[in-house]
């Protein structure tokens, strides 16, 4: 199996996905279209190969299921549940090895470790890639109506991604559900996966962290950092336990974590107040670690981002590294974390390598302070934001300076779509993830990112994320953005059209420069091909032409708030979908002002015209309130530069 994990000694592992094809294991192109046939359903995140290998198998009311002691109890779950949501009534078990019953079920499936007999029998000559959480899926009709379909892992985590493809694979229709006749070999990318709950502001709640680790489930991600800045116990009270009530809900979230396969990472933020020299932070962190170790949590970090590291927060640091500049806060942590690592990590059973983050995480600069943390212990996984705290966008290149000044691969914490800063205030996050470049897999130990403070709303941007993780080759922006609105509206065509208006007009991403995603590029386009025309002279051309796209927007409220989309997101974006339903109306009344212009009707064009200014005044003045978010109550902004210039500019053209 490919090693993935440590700093400096990782490299081979890393670049594992390129050398796979020497073992016959195919590595998706940078392609645009997702692998695999056009008839075949899309799969997500994109497999790194996919063909059609036969006809689809019917999924009859009774199946057979084939298991052993190697298949992993949370796919088995996931694997019946999956059955039992499509129609099937009755499935049957038996033991890998013993004889099938008289009269078996029409659809036999076999779920289990890759080097079982009967697994290898149902592959029928069809491998598991040799990589950490690879899988195969292999879908057989067989003879008459009787139809096998392999499930196989190469590990517990690949078995239970597998199941995940299988769902994907399942097609409904009035005949009932059908299993695509389709051949399936994937491994992910990237070792880590997730997210990090790392923003400022209102923590999310137990249910909505509880939720979060499903959809995490869904989407292949194996990681879960938990690291709210705004939980005292997480920072300022470090070094206190967490109360029996918040501990009890920690316990809960490392059982759910556990049974989606992601990995509870506890987070600990001493900086503001540690003592790098004393035995007694030691023993408290020891203390705080052991507890969460002790209900199964087996992956920590020390994040020591956003402090100031010119002062010491003990005389004894002082006496031991001298005065506090840069380079001897770099020692210090240097030493702090290699004694966390070699004496607490290492002496844990199954315990993972130590994660932290740098004080200086937001650039690939050379600087003394870099220089002194590079002589901490090899294996632990630094973070890094890019190059930048919001980049505008993260290069192969960048990621390449980073192995060097980080002395090993870095884990990079993207920060989108987090919005708990002064730029995205009363903004909501939708653009898909973009701007990374494809090659990432090769130099980075992994992929998280620090979403939003309102956390449905966060899995658009995250489910391509965690695309991008799995197969950064492959990665289509436009295809996975389609695919997140999907998974949100349960596939209904209506609603995944309104999530994608929605989502357009508010697609800017801020950062602390200019925003490196554009607001409502296709409402944009729109609009330039509506003056293209009405300057030109073609004015009803120019209406017309508008028409369709101001009566989608003006519908997205009412479509979405009437679908079976997550009600989670629809609470998430209650304000901004209020405004959107003012906006609405603002478009619809102006076009049928300009519209009424044309036919000669001045008296209704003005009536519509103020029409469309109390609508557009009543839009602005929606407030976000009370917030999540750390910038307090603060007006929506939707559409903003876009839907808001254009109303302007033809009441101006009209009126002018």
């Known amino acids: ?127 598991v890639p040799d990589h950490d959480e690879a899988y195969a899926v292999h879908v057989d009709r067989g003879a008459g109506r009787l139809g096998t379909v392999a499930l196989a892992g190469a590990d517990a985590a690949g078995q239970f991604y ?3 493809t299988l769902e ?55 990681t879960y950092v938990y690291a709210p800045k705004d939980d005292p ?15 009890a809900q920690l316990t809960e979230l490392v059982e759910a974590a556990t049974a989606n396969h992601v990995r509870f990472t506890f987070a600990l933020s001493p900086g503001n107040s540690i003592c790098y020299s004393s035995d007694e932070d030691m023993a408290a962190l020891d203390a705080k670690f052991q507890a969460l170790y002790d209900v199964g949590v087996r992956a920590f970090s020390i994040p020591l981002d956003d ?36 004496e607490w990590i290492e002496t844990h059973e199954g315990a993972q390598p130590l994660q932290m983050v740098p004080t200086e995480y937001y650039n690939t600069t050379e600087s003394p302070y870099k220089a002194a943390l590079r002589e901490m212990d090899d294996d632990v996984v630094v973070m890094w934001t890019g190059n930048d705290v919001v980049p505008q966008s993260i290069s192969v290149d960048q990621a390449i300076e980073a192995d060097t000044v980080f002395g090993g691969p870095t884990f990079l914490w993207d920060n989108y779509p987090v919005n708990d800063y002064g730029q995205s205030s009363g903004r909501l996050l939708l653009a898909p993830y973009d701007k990374r470049e494809a090659g990432l897999s090769d130099h980075l130990a992994g992929l998280v990112s620090n979403p939003m403070n309102q956390a449905s709303a966060s899995k658009v941007a995250v489910f391509g994320m965690l695309d991008f993780a799995w197969n950064d080759r492959a990665y289509d922006a436009d295809r996975s953005w389609t695919e997140a609105m999907r998974y949100l509206s349960g596939d209904d065509p209506e609603a995944v059209e309104a999530l994608l208006a929605f989502g357009d007009l508010n697609h800017l991403a801020p950062s602390f420069g200019d925003p490196w995603q554009p607001q409502a590029p296709a409402l944009a386009a729109d609009l330039e091909d509506f003056w293209g025309h009405w300057e030109s002279g073609d004015r009803q051309a120019a209406l017309d032409g508008l028409r369709e796209r101001a009566e989608l927007v003006d519908s997205i409220p009412a479509t979405l708030r009437g679908s079976d989309v997550d009600p989670e997101f629809l609470a998430d974006a209650a304000p901004w979908l209020d405004a959107n339903e003012l906006w609405g109306d603002a478009f619809l009344a102006t076009l049928d002002a300009a519209q009424a212009d044309l ?53 101006e053209a009209l009126q002018g």
């Open 307 to 342: 402090i100031d590291y010119t002062t010491w927060a003990c005389d004894s640091d002082q006496e031991a590294y001298g005065d506090p500049t840069p380079a001897n806060a770099g020692k210090a942590q240097a030493d702090f974390l290699t004694r966390v690592q070699q």
């Open 1 to 127: 199996m490919t090693t993935t994990i440590g700093r400096r000694r990782i490299g081979a592992g890393l670049i594992a996905a390129a050398t796979l094809l020497g073992t016959g294991a195919a590595v998706a192109p940078a392609a645009a279209e997702p692998p695999g046939p056009a008839d075949l359903p899309v799969v997500s995140p994109a497999p790194q190969e996919m063909t059609r290998t036969g006809r689809d198998v019917p999924l009859p009311a009774r199946v057979e299921l084939v298991v052993g002691d190697d298949t992993d109890p949370a796919a088995r779950t996931a694997l019946e549940e999956t059955l039992l949501g499509h129609g099937v009534r009755s499935i049957s078990s038996r033991d890998a090895g013993k004889d099938p019953r008289p009269g078996r079920a029409p659809v036999q499936i076999v779920l289990g470790d890759e080097a079982r007999a009967d697994v290898q029998d149902a592959l029928d000559g069809v491998t």
């Open 168 to 222: 994907q694979l399942l097609t409904d229709a009035r005949g009932g559900t059908s299993v695509a006749g389709a051949t399936v070999r994937d491994f992910p990318a990237m070792p880590l996966r997730g997210s990090i709950e790392g923003f400022y502001g209102e923590p999310w709640t137990h249910a909505e962290r509880l939720d979060q680790l499903s959809f995490y489930g869904d989407v292949k991600a194996n």
């Open 599 to 651: 036919d000669g009707d001045t008296d209704a064009r003005d009536d519509l015209l103020a029409e469309a200014q109390e609508s557009a005044d009543a839009a602005a003045a929606v407030i976000v309130d009370p917030p999540d978010n750390r910038w307090g109550a603060a007006p929506v902004k939707l559409g903003d530069g876009v839907l808001d210039t254009f109303l302007v500019d033809v009441r």
């Open 233 to 247: 116990y997480h920072r300022e009270k470090w070094r206190e336990p967490y109360p029996a009530d918040t501990f």
């Open 162 to 164: 597998a199941v995940q």
